[in-house]
């Protein structure tokens, strides 16, 4: 993960009612989805703890496993979001 997508999370994180995040995330058993979240917390620089707006419920993200990370604007989501299986 690169410093524009560090950046795309931490302006999503102290601007929760402008910004969500969409992005890629591959579970351990493989299992690649697309997601929207709502940043809470950079625990370290491995994960992220953050409300998962598909399963409504606070989640933590690897962050190597998230790919695809790119800001929506908070208008646009409405909870639940769809949880996509790719």
Known sequence: ???SEYAI???A???PDDYAVRLRYRAKDGELTERVISPIKMDNSHSLLALCLCRENPRRF?????????LVPA??????????VI
């Open 1 to 3: 993960m690169g410093n």
């Open 9 to 11: 999370l931490k302006q």
């Open 13 to 15: 994180m102290y601007s």
């Open 62 to 70: 690897e962050l190597d496993r998230c790919s695809h990370i790119e």
């Open 75 to 84: 208008h646009e989501v409405l909870m639940p979001m769809d949880l996509k």
